[in-house]
Protein backbone atom coordinates (compact mmCIF):
# COMPACT_ATOMS: atom_id res chain seq x y z
CA UNK A 1 0.00 0.00 0.00
CA UNK A 2 1.67 3.55 -1.04
CA UNK A 3 0.25 6.78 0.01
CA UNK A 4 0.95 9.90 -1.72
CA UNK A 5 3.31 12.06 -0.43
CA UNK A 6 2.29 15.05 1.99
CA UNK A 7 1.49 18.51 0.16
CA UNK A 8 4.81 20.22 1.73
CA UNK A 9 7.33 17.23 0.40
CA UNK A 10 10.14 17.33 -1.76
CA UNK A 11 12.22 14.62 -3.50
CA UNK A 12 15.27 13.96 -1.28
CA UNK A 13 18.73 12.98 -2.83
CA UNK A 14 18.40 9.12 -1.95
CA UNK A 15 14.49 9.82 -3.52
CA UNK A 16 12.70 9.87 -0.19
CA UNK A 17 9.95 12.76 0.92
CA UNK A 18 11.59 14.60 2.84
CA UNK A 19 8.74 17.62 4.57
CA UNK A 20 10.05 20.54 5.68
CA UNK A 21 9.26 21.21 9.70
CA UNK A 22 6.96 24.77 8.56
CA UNK A 23 4.77 22.63 6.27
CA UNK A 24 4.50 19.30 8.69
CA UNK A 25 0.75 18.79 9.31
CA UNK A 26 -0.85 20.16 12.74
CA UNK A 27 -2.76 18.19 14.19
CA UNK A 28 -5.78 19.86 15.89
CA UNK A 29 -8.97 17.78 17.85
CA UNK A 30 -11.76 17.67 15.57
CA UNK A 31 -14.09 17.58 18.59
CA UNK A 32 -13.75 17.86 22.41
CA UNK A 33 -12.91 15.23 24.15
CA UNK A 34 -15.17 13.02 25.98
CA UNK A 35 -16.11 13.94 29.56
CA UNK A 36 -17.19 10.44 30.57
CA UNK A 37 -14.33 8.30 30.50
CA UNK A 38 -13.42 4.68 30.74
CA UNK A 39 -10.28 3.43 31.53
CA UNK A 40 -9.18 -0.04 30.49
CA UNK A 41 -5.46 -1.66 31.11
CA UNK A 42 -4.60 -4.94 30.53
CA UNK A 43 -2.19 -5.53 34.16
CA UNK A 44 -2.72 -3.65 37.25
CA UNK A 45 0.14 -3.88 39.51
CA UNK A 46 0.10 -0.85 41.91
CA UNK A 47 -2.58 1.44 39.73
CA UNK A 48 0.16 4.04 39.57
CA UNK A 49 -0.37 3.79 35.51
CA UNK A 50 -4.06 3.80 36.13
CA UNK A 51 -3.86 7.05 38.47
CA UNK A 52 -1.40 8.48 36.00
CA UNK A 53 -4.10 8.33 33.44
CA UNK A 54 -7.11 9.41 35.56
CA UNK A 55 -5.14 12.59 36.41
CA UNK A 56 -4.46 13.53 32.88
CA UNK A 57 -7.41 12.70 31.96
CA UNK A 58 -9.18 15.02 34.89
CA UNK A 59 -6.75 17.55 33.91
CA UNK A 60 -8.09 17.58 30.12
CA UNK A 61 -11.60 17.95 31.75
CA UNK A 62 -12.78 14.87 31.40
CA UNK A 63 -14.52 12.93 34.68
CA UNK A 64 -13.08 9.68 35.01
CA UNK A 65 -16.26 7.30 35.62
CA UNK A 66 -14.69 3.99 36.19
CA UNK A 67 -11.02 2.38 36.16
CA UNK A 68 -10.97 -1.52 35.08
CA UNK A 69 -8.26 -3.89 34.20
CA UNK A 70 -8.02 -7.72 32.75
CA UNK A 71 -5.98 -8.84 35.56
CA UNK A 72 -3.86 -7.41 38.56
CA UNK A 73 -0.75 -8.95 40.08
CA UNK A 74 -0.27 -9.63 43.56
CA UNK A 75 1.30 -6.80 45.48
CA UNK A 76 4.30 -8.11 47.42
CA UNK A 77 2.98 -7.18 50.67
CA UNK A 78 0.25 -9.76 49.64
CA UNK A 79 3.06 -12.32 49.03
CA UNK A 80 4.70 -11.67 52.32
CA UNK A 81 1.19 -12.36 54.26
CA UNK A 82 0.81 -15.21 52.64
CA UNK A 83 4.14 -16.97 53.43
CA UNK A 84 3.52 -15.56 56.83
CA UNK A 85 0.35 -16.91 56.82
CA UNK A 86 1.69 -20.48 55.66
CA UNK A 87 -0.75 -20.17 52.36
CA UNK A 88 2.35 -20.20 50.04
Do not use: C, W, Y
Not at 4 to 9: C, D, F, R, S, T
Not at 55 to 84: Q, Y
Amino acid sequence: MSFPPHPGARPAANGSAQVRPDQRPKVHSARNPPRRVLIVDDVVSTGATMLAAADALRTAGAVVVKAAAAARTPLKATDELSDAAGDG
